[in-house]
C-alpha cells in the first residue's frame, strides 16, 4: 500500500532528467524519517560561519586592551563596539548580491566560497597587529561570507515539511554553539536544490520505470529552462515576508547587542557594574549555555513549534526576555556560588528564548515564498538584518562605555540603563509580532 501511494505521487509531479531540484524533489518524496546525515552537514556549514561572528567576544575586550586604542579603561567597550560592527556592515553590503548569486548558479558555490573566507579572513584576523587592521579583516570577513541566506534556504528545501521546524532550530543553534567551540570547517553538500530543466528535455520518471507524468495546473508559468514562476509578484510587495524580515531585524538588533554587552559586562571590574569575570570564566557560562541550547534546540523546540507555532512562540519568548534582562543588575550584587548558579541559569534561558524567537522567523520567512525565491529572500534578510546588526555591537559597546561613566546617576545609573534599553528594544519587537504588522502567508492569501 505504501508504495502505491508513492508511485501516485511520483506519477503527479513531473521530474527532469538531470535536474538537481527534481532529484531533490523526488528524494524528499522517498525520504522516511530525520536524515540525520543532511542534518549534521547544514549543523556544521553553519557553525563555520557562526565562529567569526561570536567567537571573538569573550576575549574581544582584552584584544583591545591589548592593541593599546583606548586611552582609558571605560573607553575599551567603545572600540570592542567597532570591531563586532564591521562584520555585519561588509555583510550589509554583500548579502543580497549572495543571495542572487545562489538563485542563479546554485547554493553550493556560494557555501563553498563562504566557508573558504571563513578560513582565510579569520586566520588574518588572528595575526592582526593593530585596531586598523583587526577592522579591516573583519569588514572583509563579512563582504565575501555570504553562506548564511542560501543554507537557510537550501535546509528548508532538502526537508520534508515535518522536519523543516528542525532544520532551521539546527541553524539557530549552530549560531549559539558557535560561541564556545573551537575552530570547524563546515562538510560538503553533494546535491544543489535548484530546478535547471533544459528546453529540450521532456518530464522522466525514475521510480520503477514510470514513464508518464501528469502536469498540475497550478496557475504558475515556466521559464525557459522550465523554472516554475509566480506571475511576477516581487519580493518587496510580498508582505508575509517583509513584515517578517523587520521583526528579524529588530530582535537581530537585540540580540547582537545583547551578545556583544554580555561577555564586556562580566569581564568588566565591579567599581564599573561588572563581575572581573576571566575570558576563562566566561567561556565556561558559555559552553554550559550552548550545551544546554543544543539539547533544547534539538528534542523540546519541533514538540512546542507544533502546539504553539512560531507567532505564539515569538511572542512569549520576547515577553519572558523583559523581566529576565531587567534582573541581571541585580544579579551582579550576588557572589561565589550563588553568583554563578543564578549567572548559567539566566544565561541558558536567556539564549533558549532568543533563540526560539530567531529560529520562528526563519520559519515563516522561508514560507513565505516560492523555492525559485529563497536565494533572493534570504538575501534580502541576511542584508537587512546584517544593517541593523551592525549597529547591535558599536551601540551595545557605546552604551555600556557611557553607562559606566554615570555610577550616580538618578535615572537607572550604570549599567541599569544598558539593560533597560534592551528591553525597550525586545518589547517594540513583540509588540510587531501582533496583527496587522505580522502577517502570515497562509493567512494572507486567504484575505486577497
Known sequence: ???????????????????????????????????????????????????????????????????????????????????????????????????VVADRYGRKPVIFIGIITVVVFNTIFGLSVNYWMAICTRFLLGALNGLLGPVKAYASEIFRHE???????????????????????????????LHMHPSNCSPTESYDALETALPKDNGKTETKDGRETDSGISLLKNWPLMSSIIVYCIFSLHD????????????????????????????????????????????????????????????ISGVLSIPLLTSYPYIAMLSGVALSVVLNCASLLKNVLSTSIITGLFILQNNAVEQHQRGAANGIAMTAMSLFKAVGPAAGGAVLSWAQKRQHAAFFPGVQLVFFILNVIEAIGVLMTFKPFLADRSQYESLN
Not at 172 to 185: E, F, H, K, Q, R
Not at 258 to 280: D, H, V
Open 163 to 193: 522536519y523543516q521546524a528542525v532544520a532551521l532550530s539546527s541553524i539557530s543553534t549552530s549560531w549559539a554553539i558557535g560561541l564556545i567551540i573551537g575552530p570547524a570547517l563546515g562538510g560538503f553538500l553533494a546535491q544543489e536544490t
Open 1 to 99: 500500500m505504501a508504495n502505491d501511494e508513492l508511485q501516485e505521487k511520483l506519477l503527479k509531479k513531473p521530474y527532469y532528467e538531470n535536474c538537481p531540484g527534481c532529484m531533490v524533489d523526488e528524494m524528499k518524496e522517498r525520504q522516511r524519517g530525520l536524515p540525520i546525515t543532511k542534518l549534521l552537514a547544514i549543523w556544521t556549514v553553519v557553525l563555520s560561519a557562526a565562529l567569526p561572528i561570536s567567537s571573538l567576544f569573550p576575549f574581544l575586550y582584552f584584544m583591545i586592551r591589548d592593541l593599546h586604542i583606548a586611552k582609558r579603561e571605560e573607553d575599551i567597550n567603545f572600540y570592542a563596539g567597532y570591531v563586532g560592527a564591521s562584520y555585519m556592515l561588509g555583510r550589509t553590503l554583500t548579502s543580497m548580491f549572495w543571495g
Open 256 to 315: 547582537m547587542a545583547y551578545s556583544e554587552i554580555f561577555p564586556l559586562w562580566t569581564e568588566s571590574p565591579r567599581k564599573f557594574g561588572g563581575l572581573s569575570y576571566s575570558t576563562q570564566s566566561v567561556g565556561e557560562i558559555l559552553t554550559i549555555t550552548g550545551c544546554g541550547l543544543l539539547v533544547f534546540q534539538l528534542f523540546l523546540y519541533p514538540f512546542v513549534e507544533k502546539m504553539l507555532g512560531p507567532i505564539k512562540i515569538a511572542r
